[in-house]
């Protein structure tokens, strides 16, 4: 059973109709990382709607939380927005200073860094009901339970220090009011009475915070638990540092029986990470952006890249040989037959299991809800390579109508050249797939051959002129040219590539030249053979 459907079969022990939420602060620029609560949130709220139980999927956006720092992105003018909420504080314009002119028209810092997250949800296939908690905040969401927090402050206190392990200051309240000038830094609680919360600031202003209204928020590990209690959410995946002994969980799971409500089924996962450089950070720089990556990888891939790892298990993001390797993966569990599969009572429980996993992860995959993932006509590899060999997508689609491969593009194979054009004139296309085929010989490549190298250009050269021009019969001329001379194939292919890319070993040569002009190829080889005679 797949790990969505797993969290499901718990949820349906729970009742019928439930909530799954997931949240992120936009701080800065959201990255890939953050797709992994997201896309486990939906896949499990997938799962329970296949499971037949009434479910919504919500995603809570922290625009009531601090901006911490002056980020790198960030110009000074920042300095002074430190400890403000990030919806009431102006987005960074191109150089990083306040956009003051967008800010009188609405346009706030959280709004900045969540609307191309938005956009890349929506080509994902997520679309979750988006819940502003600020705005939640203002219009009273809070309020009944900020109230019990209140009321029952010294309760909540020796939760948070029995289970977290940590001592809170003398005069911690579970309210974090605003100061006179907007900030929830270095305000001191003076006084309580509801709605009203009494605060003396670091400039030396006494002042009181209506509850009620919103004039701060709950402190995290308090405001997670009142979100769960308001919104009625009965799941929540969430990283492995809240899933952590003491961590914002197990405080949390307490202080929401205080505030009178359930804690919700929990689902940790790790995190996501590039290839060589950790765990990914807005901070480190060490991030590719949902939508760059979305502008390269098919979304179907992407969800695959989280729905074929149970959450538990670290996931290495890796645009380079591993995407082609994740896609390949993709094309091979779209091709089988799962209800065939699965009737076959001969399996044994493990393999039972593991179809089920595949079954699911597929299912999970699907942009849209419901569909059943097709094969593509053409592999991630071929198209590789014909993006590359072909300068124009007509020419790409006439080469796979000659194939046999198409009669006319879908729209999803013609978003996938585009991804792929992308992907290939980036930073992240992987050298190795790299196809560079040379105009005029290259002089240097041709000196590192040996005499029997030297010796097989002339009859590779033949070879390749009288055979069929496809990828089969190019890819037995390559070797039978050394055999004719008794020498190794190797010798074969050490010829080919020196001659026609100017390298030693490189791509599988037979696909990419079947590609090529076949005379443009055979006056290349004869020059070369010219070169060394």
Request: aromatic share 8%; with cysteine.
């Amino acid at each position: 059973m797949h790990w969505a459907d797993v969290a499901a079969k718990a949820l349906s022990h729970k009742g019928d109709k439930h909530i799954v939420s997931t949240g992120i602060t936009p701080s800065g620029e959201f990255h890939i990382g953050h797709l992994r609560e997201i896309l486990t949130g939906d896949m499990i709220a997938r799962a329970a709607r296949n499971a037949g139980l009434d479910v919504e999927f919500v995603f809570v956006v922290d625009t009531a939380d601090p901006l911490r720092k002056v980020y790198e992105f960030l110009g000074p003018e920042y300095e002074q927005f430190i400890g403000h909420q990030l919806g009431s504080i102006p987005a960074p314009d191109a150089d990083g200073n306040p956009d003051w002119k967008r800010f009188e028209e609405g346009w706030t810092y959280g709004d900045h860094f969540l609307k191309p997250f938005l956009e890349a949800l929506e080509q994902i296939g997520v679309r979750p009901r988006i819940i502003d908690n600020l705005e939640s905040y203002q219009s009273g969401k809070f309020d009944a339970l900020a109230k019990i927090a209140c009321d029952r402050a010294d309760e909540i206190r020796e939760a948070i220090e029995r289970i977290s392990g940590r001592e809170l200051a003398e005069d911690w309240f579970p309210w974090s009011p605003l100061d006179s000038k907007g900030s929830l830094d270095g305000v001191k609680v003076t006084g309580y009475e509801y709605p009203l919360v009494h605060w003396h600031d670091s400039h030396g202003v006494d002042g009181t915070s209506d509850i009620s209204k919103g004039e701060g928020k709950l402190p995290w590990r308090i405001d997670w638990p009142a979100k769960w209690g308001w919104i009625g959410v009965t799941c929540e995946p969430f990283g492995k540092d809240h899933g952590a002994a003491g961590g914002s969980y197990a405080t949390g799971r307490e202080i929401v029986q205080i505030l009178g409500h359930e804690a919700p089924h929990p689902l940790t996962y790790e995190w996501i990470s590039l290839k060589g450089q950790g765990a990914m950070s807005s901070s480190a720089g060490n991030t590719i952006g949902p939508i760059e990556a979305l502008e390269l990888v098919p979304p179907e891939i992407l969800r695959l890249l989280v729905a074929k790892s149970k959450p538990n298990k670290a996931i290495e993001f890796d645009t380079g040989m591993s995407l082609v390797n994740l896609a390949d993966e993709y094309e091979r569990l779209a091709a089988r037959d799962y209800a065939s599969e699965l009737a076959n009572e001969e399996l044994s429980r493990r393999q039972r299991v593991q179809v089920e996993d595949a079954a699911g992860a597929m299912r999970m995959a699907a942009v849209e809800e419901g569909k059943v993932a097709q094969a593509a006509a053409v592999t991630f590899r071929h198209l590789a390579l014909l993006a590359q060999t072909k300068t124009t997508d007509d020419a790409v689609w006439d080469s796979l109508r000659h194939a046999g491969a198409i009669e006319q593009p879908t729209q999803s194979l013609i978003d996938r050249l585009t991804r792929m054009r992308a992907w290939i004139d980036s930073k992240h296309f992987p050298l190795e797939m790299k196809i560079s085929i040379l105009d005029a010989p290259n002089h240097s490549a041709l000196a590192e051959l040996n005499d029997d190298e030297r010796s097989v250009l002339n009859s590779l050269a033949k070879a390749l002129e009288d055979c069929e021009w496809n990828a089969t019969s190019i890819g037995a001329a390559i070797p039978q040219s050394a055999k004719n001379m008794e020498l190794s194939p190797k010798a074969g292919y050490r010829a080919a590539y020196a001659a026609l890319m100017g390298k030693e070993r490189g791509p599988r040569l037979a696909p990419i030249l079947a590609e090529m002009d076949q005379k443009k190829i055979v006056e290349l080889l004869n020059a070369c053979a010219e070169h060394i005679n």
